[in-house]
């Protein structure tokens, strides 16, 4: 079996981070393991409380799981210190860790900081370079690439702006648009790649970001090239959102054991160029 780790924070409520993240991993056919972040006081409504874990017990952590079940892929998610971030960064060139997935969170769906400023230029700095991928959404593509994004052509320029800046390979991510779910892949060479998404009418969203990106990568730890895990990632998310999962009294989680039954059909009509990438 193949393996993926999750290095993120822990959500409380069960429907984000290292929780969304072990299920993602399961349901798509890989040993998950983690390394927990920090630990949060959350729900559906909002974050109320983080609480970081010591650099060194981070360390520590990432050193038990690298040095007895090595894991194909790493995923990555909340980071909410510089000084964690760093130590990741240090652990994972040690290990000459690959596949890395970085989900560069920095807003929770209810709209919480779960990052600091100086951590975001940290972030960047030592962690986007050695992903096999980033995936921003929006909000978070608005931040990097310092520009207001309104429209598909702005996704481009963005998307372009921040692989050229960071060297790393961008999935901007679209499901906050109004009109539809499209992801736009910037490889560092200036290819382009659009993934069509079906916008699901689902209020409950607590963790897709989570979820998309733990799917990337365990499909990446199996073997799949990078658009191909994008698609399958893309076609597990739309299947978990369609579950039309109600809990909670904010934006609710996803139905992760529901996800993936479409992954199949949807990888039909993936042109072959995709799937080759």
């Keep these: 079996m193949k393996t993926a780790l999750t290095i993120a924070g822990s959500d409380s409520s069960g429907g984000a981070g290292i929780q969304a993240d072990l299920k993602a991993m399961t349901m798509n056919g890989v040993f998950a393991m983690s390394a927990i972040t920090a630990l949060t006081a959350q729900n559906t409504t909002g974050v109320s409380g983080i609480y970081e874990v010591s650099p060194a017990f981070l360390a520590q952590q990432i050193d038990a799981v690298f040095t007895d079940i090595r894991p194909c892929a790493v995923k990555i998610g909340m980071v909410s210190s510089a000084p964690l971030i760093e130590t ?94 499209d992801d736009l892949l910037a490889l560092r060479d200036g290819q382009l790649l659009w993934f069509p998404g079906q916008r699901v009418d689902n209020p409950n969203t607590h963790g897709t970001g989570c979820t998309l990106s733990s799917a990337i990568a365990a499909n990446l730890a199996k073997g799949f090239g990078l658009a191909d895990s994008i698609a399958r990632a893309k076609a597990y998310l739309t299947d978990a959102l369609n579950a039309q999962l109600d809990l909670g009294q904010g934006s609710g989680p996803l139905d992760h054991t529901l996800g993936g039954t479409g992954v199949e059909n949807w990888m039909h009509g993936v042109p072959d160029a995709v799937q080759d990438k």
């Design 88 to 181: 990741i960064a240090e652990r994972l060139r040690f290990y000459k860790a690959e596949n890395i997935v970085v989900d560069p969170v920095m807003v929770a769906t209810s709209g919480s900081d779960l990052i600091a400023s100086d951590a975001v230029r940290t972030l960047c700095r030592e962690l986007f370079p050695l992903s096999a991928l980033i995936t921003p959404n929006r909000h978070e593509a608005e931040v990097l690439a310092e520009m207001a994004i309104h429209s598909r052509d702005d996704m481009v320029r963005a998307a372009q702006t921040i692989a050229g800046r960071y060297g790393c390979n961008v999935l901007l991510k679209g499901g906050h648009s109004d009109t539809d779910a």
